[in-house]
């Protein structure tokens, strides 16, 4: 029987990040990064993955994202068990807050199961908690999931922005493949006022619709990747205050660690190259993402000064 709260409300999720066939990856863990001079988030982040020969838990990863400079991560979900055990996360420890939701790629699946309609009913639950503070990730994922499968994704995207809506919180979007799918849905539902597309993909064109609506944009690690020219290009032309940064860890590690494992600690190699790309000194550009983030998100620990501003 389902628990919203894991014995071991840290550690009692954790999974093994997926191997990858015939891979060679560099399982090893990269060394920390310089300090951002200003504190700044991690947007999105599956921290019950463990990956690499040094394994991190939670505790030991957040611990290493603050010593750099990340005052805190957003906690992403992706099934039913993700979003349980995220939001129980996010009320144990105050670096973090929570994302629920039903990836794309499982809306079909639990849709031939029968079982969509009450998997989003319990999400819709778990989306009422204070420290869950966005719905996602949720969207269209064409790259995966065939023909017969979108009409599940497009039900299911609509009711996650339902469920963001008729909470007040934030929207995180997944889109691979899907970029006019995912605005159309926008369009045609209605956007939520916060909404994010996590691990931003698309180029000069997306970011300028992105601009028009008010969407923000959040970059990882593949905006340091070599062959990523036309993304960083969509970064110039993204509105400053619409841009956000994450690692999406354990995958996307940034330059120049690319496949090896990815935590929170690692943001600041990806924060450095976006302040590079848009020209902008590395402290105003961090307190730009603080800001942005909180605008978003909300504060991860109302009791506390924000620190947007301040030094760390």
């Given amino acids: 029987?389902?628990?919203?709260?894991?014995?071991?409300?840290?550690?009692?999720?954790?999974?093994?990040?997926?191997?990858?066939?015939?891979?060679?990856?560099?399982?090893?863990?990269?060394?920390?990064?310089?300090?951002?001079?200003?504190?700044?988030?991690?947007?999105?982040?599956h921290l019950e993955f463990e990956d690499g020969v040094d394994q991190l838990d939670p505790v030991d990863s957040l611990d290493r994202a603050e010593a750099v400079g990340i005052r805190g991560v957003v906690q992403v979900g992706t099934d039913l068990e993700t979003s349980r055990w995220g939001a129980t996360l996010a009320e144990h420890e105050p670096r973090v807050l929570a994302a629920v939701a039903l990836h794309p790629n499982e809306a079909p699946k639990l849709f031939e199961k029968?079982?969509?309609?009450?998997?989003?009913?319990?999400?819709?639950?778990?989306?009422a908690r204070p420290r869950v503070r966005a719905v996602g990730e949720t969207g269209l994922d064409f790259f995966r999931t065939g023909e017969d499968g979108r009409a599940a994704q497009i039900e299911s995207f609509e009711a996650h922005i339902d469920i963001a809506k008729a909470n007040g919180i934030a929207l995180q979007i997944h889109d691979r493949d899907a970029?006019?799918?995912?605005?159309?849905?926008?369009?045609?539902?209605?956007?939520?006022e916060r909404t994010v597309f996590h691990c931003f993909s698309g180029d000069a064109r997306l970011?300028?619709?992105?601009?028009?609506?008010?969407?923000?944009m959040s970059f990882s690690g593949t905006a340091t990747f070599k062959n990523a020219p036309a993304l960083r290009e969509a970064l110039t032309i993204a509105k400053p205050e619409l841009v956000l940064a994450e690692t999406d860890a354990p995958f996307l590690t940034p330059e120049p660690f690319r496949g090896r494992p990815n935590a929170p600690y690692l943001l600041p190699h990806t924060i450095r190259r976006m302040a590079e790309t848009v020209e902008e000194p590395l402290d105003a550009f961090c307190s730009r993402i603080a800001e942005n983030t909180e605008r978003v998100y909300g504060l991860w620990d109302p009791s506390a000064d924000s620190g947007a501003g301040a030094a760390a």
């Avoid at 970011?207 to 923000?216: D, K, P, T």
């Fill in 1 to 45: 029987m389902s628990t919203d709260t894991p014995s071991d409300p840290v550690n009692g999720g954790l999974r093994k990040r997926a191997s990858e066939s015939g891979s060679k990856r560099d399982l090893t863990r990269p060394p920390a990064p310089e300090p951002l001079p200003i504190p700044v988030y991690d947007n999105h982040a």
């Fill in 114 to 127: 029968g079982l969509l309609s009450s998997h989003l009913s319990e999400l819709s639950r778990l989306a």
């Fill in 179 to 192: 970029h006019d799918e995912v605005v159309a849905t926008l369009r045609r539902v209605g956007a939520p």
């Fill in 207 to 216: 970011a300028r619709i992105c601009n028009e609506h008010g969407w923000y």
